[in-house]
């Protein structure tokens, strides 16, 4: 199959006259098995379409291997044998997160409208939209994206250019090793006993569910951006170091220039972790019908909660506020991968090629 | 000019070395000319003692390294060379755990003395390292300049694209990337990235340029650049270069000093220095005989 795998048996003196299976055998394979597992399965009465799915898989292994073994030799029936594992593997795999992306397309288009991008449940019975969510979501990321990222980079700096191998460094690696561990809901209540002991009980602001997930949300930037930095060469810094120039201006003009597309990427996939929580912002932002841009004063909705409260507490008109649940998931699962693309796009354009 | 390090094991008498002769002004780079190049200096180590950790890696090197010239420093690998060409510079230290023990003068003037900012050694002794490194996020032009503006200095445009210029002239490497100036330093062949580098270290105009196997990873032709380029830089600099390639020690340096190691583990020791002529014909040392012969080992 792969060129490297042929030149190796052309050098194996014993497979020199082996022959080979057509080119059309693998595929040859999986549709023989499929049919064979549909009738056999009919034939005993159980079908269904997982038991057909894994059915086939097997016997779609075992022939490959058998038939393979019988004309190209142990070597070459292995490595089909393990092509179709791993495929089959990776089908697995893929199983769940395309199921999952079907359903919320399906069930969140018809709840999806310019009116549920706009609109607000402000006054309206049963009806309305999520913009409200849309811009709390926004707001919240963006004032934690604030306060965790220049926390975060600079930790990652200080592990890679100033800790050695200190035990500052040592413990501060222990507890963001800790830190990534935390079940989101004890940052909530983290948050909100911290706000409580100055602002009193019951408050509810935008900043605190911001707080909350930068408890969350700054652990992975340090350990992102630590492993990118970690990959800057050695040489790079001491050909600056070389041309008289003090250290922290070779981190600034040097260093994160040339880990910024792997800053970049850290910290879009962080916010990609953060931007869908919903428990920490339930005890810390609350759920509000209005729009509220301002994150230091009164409640802020944002999607995740929002989709958590229409399913919880339908109105009247319970599918609609099951279709704008569904339209939230959708809406949210649309912002993370735009800011994924976004990532990448900024990942291709400043990438730097490091030897 | 002969000065100290025309004896073989020369003593540090540095801080009695006369001044550095004028330089000479190469006449294949005219862009040079008439701007006031930086003042070649003497380097005087005494008794100096290398260490990463516990493990002693340099014992008591003592020699003079004269201005205006090239002094080669050559010995198989793990010796200490390197070890000792980055503590010229206070580079060494920048290894966990390294130290320094002895003394480094430049004109005089203790490099490891108290209050002595590395920084500002290191804008007087430049380096170029083994592989070529320019910054991968930089055009050429800003490679060069980096050093500009790595160190803060506000420097008006014109200026810097003068020094630009005058130090891509004098690596010979201007004909080629004129026209190119702001693509990356990476996009040029192994060779123009050393002559790179080379133009980088020289445009802060230090002193002393210190040279790491600047050849290692390049090809003969290649090779011959950068060796033809360093003939004509020690009008200009004081220049150290270590170097595992006996021929062009011998084709390039002025002065040669021969590091050998008893055996693994001891640390390396400076053998002989003396002239290159000497050293390649009539070495004192059985040692040094034996390694620039190649009956060694």
Redesign the interface.
């Known amino acids: 199959m792969q060129a490297p795998a042929e030149k190796a048996a052309r050098l194996e003196p014993a497979t020199l006259g082996g022959g080979m299976l057509p080119d059309w055998a693998p595929y040859g394979v999986i549709a023989g098995s499929m049919l064979f597992a549909a009738a056999l399965l009919a034939a005993t009465g159980a079908f269904s379409v997982a038991l057909l799915l894994v059915v086939s898989t097997v016997v779609s292994c075992l022939t490959i291997y058998a038939w393979s073994r019988a004309v190209e030799g142990r070597r070459r029936a292995l490595d089909r044998l393990v092509t179709f594992a791993i495929i089959a593997a990776f089908a697995l795999a893929l199983t769940p997160l395309l199921s999952l992306l079907f359903e919320v397309v399906k069930r969140g288009l018809p709840g999806l409208s310019w009116e549920f991008l706009t609109g607000t449940p402000r006054g309206v019975v049963g009806g309305g939209g999520a913009a409200h969510a849309i811009v709390g979501t926004v707001v919240i990321t963006a004032v934690t994206a604030a306060i965790s990222v220049p926390i975060g980079i600079m930790a990652a700096i200080y592990l890679t250019e100033y800790g ?2 200190g035990r500052l460094r040592r413990a501060l690696t222990f507890f963001v090793d800790v830190m990534t561990g935390i079940p989101s809901i004890v940052a909530g209540l983290f948050a909100f006993a911290l706000f409580a002991i100055f602002l009193g009980p019951g408050i509810r602001l935008g900043l605190m569910g911001a707080v909350a997930l930068s408890v969350l949300m700054i652990p992975i930037v340090i350990r992102s951006s630590e492993e990118v930095l970690k990959i800057v ?1 050695n ?2 810094r ?9 250290k922290w ?2 981190i600034v ?2 260093v994160l ?2 880990a ?1 597309a792997g800053l970049v990427t850290g910290v879009m996939i962080a916010i990609a972790r953060i931007v869908g929580e919903t428990a920490p912002l339930l005890v810390t932002t609350g759920i509000v019908d209005s729009i509220n841009t301002n994150p230091f004063e009164g409640r802020m909705q944002n999607l995740a909660v929002y989709a958590y409260s229409e399913y919880r507490t339908p109105g009247v008109m319970k599918q609609a506020s099951y279709d704008r649940a569904w339209a939230a998931a959708l809406t949210l699962i649309a912002i993370v991968m735009i800011l994924n693309v976004v990532a990448r796009l900024i990942y291709r354009r400043y990438k ?3 030897r | 000019m002969q000065g100290a390090a025309g004896a073989t094991r020369a003593e540090a008498d540095a801080t009695e070395a006369q001044a550095p002769t004028p330089r000479a002004t190469p006449e294949s780079a005219p862009a040079m000319a008439n701007v006031e190049g930086p003042r070649a200096k003497t380097i005087a180590v005494r008794n100096l003692n290398l260490f990463y950790g516990d493990f002693h890696a340099v014992e008591n090197v003592t020699m003079t390294i004269a201005p205006n010239k090239v002094t080669a420093l050559i010995g198989s690998s793990g010796c200490g060379k390197t070890t000792f060409l980055r503590s010229l ?1 206070r ?1 060494h230290e ?1 290894t ?1 755990g390294a130290r320094v023990e002895g003394e480094v003068t430049l004109d005089g003037q203790d490099i490891y003395a108290r209050g002595v900012d590395p ?6 002794v ?2 170029v ?1 083994q ?1 070529p ?1 320019p ?3 930089m055009s050429i032009y800003d490679n060069v300049a ?2 500009l ?4 200095s506000r420097v008006k445009k014109a200026e810097k694209d003068e020094v630009v210029e005058r130090s891509l002239r004098g690596a010979h490497l201007w004909n080629e990337v004129k026209d190119r100036l702001e693509k990356p330093g ?1 996009s040029l062949s192994g060779g123009q990235q050393q002559r790179l ?1 080379i133009a ?2 020289t445009a ?1 105009e ?1 002193e002393v340029l210190l040279m790491d196997e600047p050849c290692s990873a390049l090809d003969p032709v290649a090779t011959l650049a950068i060796e033809d380029l360093i003939g004509e830089l020690k009008n200009r600099f004081t220049i150290v270069i270590v170097t595992h390639n006996m021929q062009q020690a011998a084709r390039a340096s002025d002065v040669t000093a021969f590091f050998n190691l008893e055996e693994t583990g001891k640390p390396g020791r400076l053998v002989e220095v003396g002239e290159t002529e000497t050293i390649f014909t009539s070495p004192t040392e059985k040692a040094t005989e034996d390694y620039v012969s190649g009956r060694f080992g």
Not at chain 2, 119 to 124: K, S
Not at chain 2, 149 to 152: A, K, T
């Open positions: 050695g191998k060469p040489h790079l001491e050909a600056s170091y070389a041309l008289g120039t003090p201006r070779t003009k040097v220039p040339t910024f730097t090629e490091i | 510079n580079m920048l966990a920084v500002q050694v290191r804008r007087l430049g380096m390292f592989s490194n910054f991968p996020t980096a050093g503006n790595l160190n803060g990476s580098c980088r270290a802060v230090p």
